[in-house]
C-alpha cells in the first residue's frame, strides 16, 4: 500500500509540473505580431515582427499612428520614409516640402502649395479689396484673414483655364510694362528654346505664351490703395514676370505651356450700388462682391458656382460667372494659342482644368521693376504707352506718350485719369 501510494504521489507531482509549464509556454506567445511596442501604431503589418525587425519595408503599410515617440524599440528597418516620427503619417506624400520658401520677387514671396501638383509662388502684397475678397476676408494688420470655409486659392484645389487675347496681333497689352507682352513672349522662347504657341506644332513638346492671372498670384493692381496711408501701393504687381523672372508651366489635357504673367485677371464683381461688371473698378471698395463663380465654392458669400456645365456647378449658368476675383483657385486666363495648345480637344468649352501647374525661371528679373516715373505716373492713373493706345478701354493721354489704365479715361481738370 504503501509503494502504491508513493508511486502515485509521484504521478501527481508529474502532472502538476506538465501543467504549470504548459501555463507558462502559452503565456509568453502571446502577441508575437502585435510587437508589444509602445509606439502607438495601430498598423496591422503581417511582417511579423517582434521589434527587432530587419526587413527593408518602404513603409507602405496602413498605419494610422500619429505617434511621436522616440522609438525605444530596437527596430533596424531600413524603411524609405523619412519623417521623424511626428507625422500623422503621410508616408506617400508627393510634395518637395517647399510650401512656404521664398520665390519670385527679391525672394520675398512665397511658395504655395494648392495640390500635390499645383505649385503657386505668392507675392508679398497690400491687404485690400482684391487681394482679400469682402465677406470671404478681413484684412487685420495687414494680413487676410479667412472666413470659415474659405482657403484663398486652396478653397478649390484645383487649376482652371480660360483665354482672352491673341498674342499674334498685339490683342495682349494690358497692365504696364517695360516691354510688351508679345517682346516678352519672344525674349523667352529664344531663352528656353521653345517656340510660340502659335508656331508650335506636332513635333514639339512645350510652347510659349502668356497669362493674366488672380489678383492673389499677380498681386496689387497698379489702382491699389494701401487702406493705412491712403496712398497708392508703390511696389504692385509683384507677381508679374518682369518682376519676378519667373513664370508657368501649365499642363493640361492638351499639352504643356511655359507662360509668362503680364496681366492680371480682375473678374466680374460689384461694388458701390453697381449692378456686376468687369472688377477694375471696384479694387479698393469695402464692399467689392465677387460674383457668383465660373467653378467652385466661395464661401461664406457663395456656396455653389454658377458657370459652364462641364464644371458640375449646380446654379443656372451666368455669362457674367467670376473666374478671378474670388481668389478661390489660381485661374490662367491665357492667351488663344496657348490656350488651344493646353486645353486640346477641350478648348471647344471654353475652359479646361489644368493637372499640372509648376513656377519656373524662365528670364532675367527687371531690377527697376515697377515701371513709372517721368510723365506717366501711375499715382495718375496713366502708363507709358509710346504714345500708342492697347485699346478703347485704355484711351491716349491727349499730347504725350501716356495711356490711361483699364477702365479709366483722362480728366484735363484734375490732369490725370480717373
Keep these: 500500500?504503501?509503494?502504491?501510494?508513493?508511486?502515485?504521489?509521484?504521478?501527481?507531482?508529474?502532472?502538476?509540473?506538465?501543467?504549470?509549464?504548459?501555463?507558462?509556454?502559452?503565456?509568453?506567445?502571446?502577441?508575437?505580431?502585435?510587437?508589444?511596442?509602445?509606439d502607438g501604431d495601430s498598423d496591422n503589418d503581417s511582417d511579423g515582427d517582434s521589434d527587432t525587425d530587419t526587413d527593408a519595408d518602404s513603409d507602405t503599410d496602413a498605419d494610422t499612428d500619429t505617434d511621436t515617440d522616440s522609438d525605444s524599440d530596437t527596430d533596424t528597418d531600413t524603411d524609405t520614409d523619412t519623417d521623424s516620427d511626428t507625422d500623422s503619417d503621410s508616408d506617400t506624400d508627393t510634395d518637395t516640402d517647399t510650401e512656404g520658401e521664398g520665390c519670385g520677387y527679391q525672394g520675398e514671396?512665397?511658395?504655395?502649395?494648392?495640390?500635390?501638383?499645383?505649385?503657386?509662388?505668392?507675392?508679398?502684397?497690400?491687404?485690400?479689396?482684391?487681394?482679400?475678397?469682402p465677406g470671404m476676408g478681413t484684412c487685420v494688420d495687414g494680413r487676410c484673414v479667412f472666413a470659415d470655409g474659405y482657403d484663398g486659392l486652396k478653397t478649390l484645389p484645383s487649376a482652371w483655364a480660360t483665354h482672352y487675347c491673341d498674342l499674334t496681333t498685339a490683342a495682349c497689352h494690358g497692365v504696364t510694362?517695360?516691354?510688351?507682352?508679345?517682346?516678352?513672349?519672344?525674349?523667352i522662347s529664344a531663352k528656353l528654346g521653345y517656340p510660340l504657341c502659335a508656331a508650335a506644332g506636332p513635333g514639339d513638346t512645350t510652347c510659349i505664351g502668356i497669362v493674366a492671372s488672380s489678383p492673389m498670384v499677380v498681386g496689387n493692381s497698379q489702382e491699389a490703395v494701401d487702406p493705412e496711408t491712403g496712398q497708392q501701393v508703390a511696389l504692385w504687381g509683384l507677381g508679374m514676370t518682369e518682376a519676378t523672372g519667373g513664370c508657368y508651366e501649365v499642363t493640361g489635357p492638351g499639352g504643356t505651356a511655359v507662360v509668362a504673367v503680364t496681366d492680371r485677371c480682375g473678374g466680374y464683381c460689384s461694388c458701390n450700388g453697381s449692378g456686376v461688371q468687369?472688377?477694375?473698378?471696384?479694387?479698393?471698395?469695402?464692399?467689392?462682391?465677387?460674383?457668383?463663380?465660373?467653378?467652385?465654392?466661395?464661401p461664406p458669400v457663395w456656396d455653389d458656382c454658377c458657370g459652364p456645365s462641364h464644371a458640375g456647378c449646380g446654379m443656372a449658368t451666368d455669362s457674367a460667372c467670376d473666374w478671378c476675383a474670388s481668389n478661390n483657385h489660381p485661374h490662367f486666363d491665357l492667351d488663344t494659342h496657348s490656350?488651344?495648345?493646353?486645353?486640346?480637344?477641350?478648348?471647344i468649352q471654353g475652359s479646361c482644368e489644368l493637372s499640372a501647374?509648376?513656377?519656373?525661371?524662365?528670364?532675367?528679373?527687371?531690377?527697376?521693376?515697377p515701371p513709372g516715373g517721368g510723365v506717366c505716373l501711375a499715382e495718375d492713373g496713366m502708363f507709358d504707352c509710346n504714345g500708342v493706345s492697347p485699346g478703347p478701354e485704355q484711351p491716349l493721354v491727349p499730347d504725350s506718350n501716356c495711356c490711361c489704365n483699364w477702365g479709366l479715361t483722362y480728366d484735363p481738370a484734375q490732369e490725370k485719369c480717373v
Design 1 to 38: 500500500m504503501i509503494r502504491v501510494s508513493f508511486f502515485a504521489a509521484l504521478y501527481k507531482i508529474a502532472i502538476f509540473v506538465f501543467l504549470l509549464s504548459s501555463i507558462a509556454c502559452g503565456s509568453s506567445s502571446r502577441d508575437q505580431n502585435g510587437s508589444g511596442d509602445s
Design 109 to 133: 514671396g512665397s511658395v504655395l502649395m494648392v495640390a500635390p501638383t499645383i505649385e503657386i509662388c505668392l507675392p508679398k502684397v497690400v491687404c485690400t479689396s482684391e487681394t482679400c475678397p
Design 177 to 187: 510694362q517695360f516691354n510688351y507682352p508679345e517682346e516678352t513672349a519672344a525674349m
Design 278 to 298: 468687369e472688377c477694375a473698378p471696384c479694387v479698393n471698395a469695402p464692399d467689392m462682391k465677387p460674383n457668383c463663380g465660373c467653378v467652385g465654392a466661395a
Design 339 to 347: 490656350f488651344e495648345w493646353v486645353c486640346g480637344n477641350e478648348a
Design 357 to 369: 501647374v509648376r513656377y519656373v525661371d524662365c528670364i532675367e528679373a527687371n531690377p527697376d521693376w
